[in-house]
């Protein structure tokens, strides 16, 4: 079945830097845009950065001039690349992509399970 598996997560301190990774498995045919998104302890999940097929990205204002989405169309991957980190930032990242799994159907929402992010000194 199509997948996607995030990784990277952890314990970081205030000011360091971590590297999420994204890898879609299965039958997939195409992705379209894909994007992370992350969810703290009591809060809604929000959106952190986008990305399309054509690399035009966009990013929340929290995180911007930090953070830096990129994706790999050939691997089937998306990464964060997340530097500056601040407690703020403690939350699950969650992947996101919208995927066609076979020639004749259409593109459907796809979510990774989530990734501990820690931020903490």
């Known amino acids: 079945q199509v997948q996607l598996v995030e990784s990277g997560g952890g314990l970081v301190q205030p000011g360091g830097s971590l590297r999420l990774s994204c890898a879609g498995s299965?039958?997939?045919?195409?992705?379209?845009?894909m994007g992370w998104y992350r969810q703290a302890p009591g809060k809604e999940r929000e959106l952190v950065a986008t990305?399309?097929?054509?690399?035009?990205?966009n990013y929340a204002d929290s995180v911007k001039g930090r953070f830096e989405i990129s994706r790999d169309n050939a691997k089937k991957t998306v990464d964060l690349q997340m530097n500056s980190l601040k407690l703020g930032d403690t939350a699950v990242y969650y992947c996101?992509?919208?995927?066609?799994?076979?020639?004749?159907?259409?593109?459907?929402?796809?979510w990774g399970q989530g990734t501990l992010v820690t931020v903490s000194s």
């Open positions: 299965g039958s997939i045919i195409s992705i379209n845009d």
């Open positions: 996101k992509a919208f995927i066609q799994y076979s020639p004749w159907s259409p593109y459907v929402v796809v």
């Open positions: 990305i399309t097929r054509g690399d035009s990205t």
